[in-house]
């Protein structure tokens, strides 16, 4: 498959709370790339906040939204993408994703990412009487695919600029192998 690849953007995928939105921020300012969430692309687009669109259309929608997000990516240079914890959870996104980034997947055991995300409101999977089962429950059922991506970045105990390091590092060999090819 390597063969094929262009590698023009990066992509980041991974469970919630494992810091995308803020190492691709940072990557991006580094690498001189721009920075685009699908979570907030989603939003725009709806007009609605994710919460809205999984209460009122359904979680199905809301994944369509992202089906339709990913096959647009490919169009773009130059770019850090921070996915929603449940897009690169799919092998069909995966699939999509490495045919124009290096996928790049955050990694944290369920205790951690229940430490990080257990204050905030606005995930609507975690809004359930017992949401580490949840997340134990999730991460398993996703970690076949997580597994999948080029690089798998343990970010437990890391910093956030120490994250972003490790994934520019990545990164640029990924870059400067499929120039030497
Ligand atoms: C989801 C993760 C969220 C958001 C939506 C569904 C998931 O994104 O896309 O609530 O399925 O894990 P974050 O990973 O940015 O929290």
Not at 99 to 109: D, E, N, Q, S, T
Request: charged fraction near 30%; hydrophobic fraction near 40%; include cysteine.
């Amino acid at each position: 498959m390597s063969g094929q690849r262009h590698i023009e953007n990066l992509a980041l995928i991974g469970f919630m709370g494992t810091g995308k939105s803020s190492v691709g921020r940072l990557v991006a300012s580094q690498l001189h790339f721009n920075f685009v969430d699908t979570d907030e692309w989603i939003e725009r687009r709806a007009r609605k906040a994710i919460s809205r669109i999984f209460t009122e259309d359904g979680e199905a929608a809301f994944r369509l939204l992202e089906s339709q997000l990913v096959a647009e990516l490919g169009r773009l240079r130059r770019h850090v993408i921070s996915t929603g914890g449940g897009l690169g959870a799919n092998p069909v996104h995966m699939a999509s994703l490495k045919k124009h980034a290096l996928v790049a997947c955050l990694w944290a055991r369920p205790e951690a990412i229940w430490r990080r995300v257990r204050h905030a409101t606005h995930r609507p999977l975690l809004r359930e009487p017992d949401p580490l089962s949840r997340i134990r429950r999730l991460l398993e059922d996703r970690a076949p695919v997580y597994r999948l991506a080029d690089v798998l970045i343990n970010t437990e105990m890391r910093s956030v600029r120490d994250v972003t390091r490790q994934v520019v590092h990545q990164f640029r060999l990924a870059r400067s192998e499929g120039k030497q090819r």
